[in-house]
């Protein structure tokens, strides 16, 4: 039986995207899969981090204007990287019975890697959407956004879990 997915759309919000690299480009492609999702009866589920940085219920905190949620789209609000961790996560996957995350979002260097292992060890399987995820540069002694991001998708194609399975898809190639 074929694995049914959903669509994970992680901390696509204002103020974490507003200095992305290719943050325009990543945004489009995630409005491309979300319009997919949603045609092809795919399940689109959303992920909206706050913290003291990024206060709940601000303009910054926001989804951005490109991606409105749908009526009845789940949105999973969460305090820490791991889109799992002290969250309504699993329960939402459970009601919609999915056991397959299509990983879309920011920041991949936190949230989105974070949220990755999380679904892994809780038993999903994964495909990161490889021109779907950005985060920002940081200080000048950590890599590069592009560099982050070329590395996540290069260390996720090549991860492996018993009975799981991790892949890593261009947007174009997704198959739900």
């Known amino acids: 039986m074929a694995p049914r997915s959903a669509l994970l759309v992680i901390d696509v919000q ?6 992305a690299h290719a ?28 913290d003291e940085d990024l206060p709940a219920d601000t303009e910054g905190w926001q989804i951005v204007p490109e991606l409105p949620v749908a009526e009845g789209e789940p949105i999973v609000h969460k305090q820490h990287r791991d889109s799992f961790d002290g969250t309504t996560m699993t329960d939402v996957l459970t009601e ?3 056991d397959r995350l299509v990983v879309t979002g920011a920041q991949t260097d936190f949230c989105v890697r974070w949220t990755l ?3 892994q060890v809780r038993g999903f399987d994964t495909v990161l959407v490889s021109d779907g995820h950005t985060t920002d540069d940081g200080d000048a002694d950590i890599p590069t956004a592009a560099q982050l991001i070329e590395h996540t998708n290069r260390y996720w194609k090549n991860q492996s879990s ?4 991790h892949t890593v898809s261009a947007a174009a190639d997704v198959i739900f």
Request: proline share 2%.
């Open 96 to 98: 919609l019975d999915v």
């Open 14 to 19: 204002n103020d974490v995207v507003v200095n």
């Open 23 to 50: 943050g325009d480009e990543v945004v489009g492609t995630i409005v491309a899969l979300v319009e997919r999702a949603r045609r092809e009866g795919v399940p689109v589920v959303w992920v909206q981090h706050s």
């Open 117 to 119: 292992h999380g679904a």
């Open 162 to 165: 018993t009975g799981q399975t």
